[in-house]
Nanobody, 116 residues
């Protein structure tokens, strides 16, 4: 199993980024996928989960209305569109394959830094 995130970077408050995660080594279209972020101060924070067919997504209250998770099962990719970014969104963002209802495989992470 391999998950590779991309799209992170430095952005000013109020800006936008789109993270992308490419998946391989498993049947992508049958698995829920999640985004999780990490900071040294807060530790791990779940951000969003998307159903295997993309018909349902759930979000943490801290990002609801600003972030949108989507997927393209023809490309084995999951995305996180992040709008109205805040300094507190600064974190390493991980793409996570859900397995058996739990967090299974993780990507290497991509750094998002939001500056004022």
């Amino acid at each position: 199993v391999q998950l590779v995130e991309s799209g992170g970077g430095l952005v000013h408050t109020g800006g936008s980024l789109r993270l992308s995660c490419g998946a391989s080594g498993f049947t992508f279209s049958t698995e829920y996928m999640s985004w999780v972020r990490h900071t040294p101060e807060k530790g791990l924070e779940w951000v969003s989960t998307i159903k295997e067919n993309g018909t349902a997504t759930v979000y943490a209250d801290s990002v609801k209305g600003r972030f949108t998770c989507s997927r393209d099962n023809t490309k084995n990719r999951v995305y996180l569109r992040m709008n109205s970014l805040r300094c507190e969104d600064t974190a390493v963002y991980y793409c996570v394959r859900m397995y058996g209802g739990s967090w299974g495989n993780w990507g290497q992470g991509t750094q998002v830094t939001v500056s004022s």
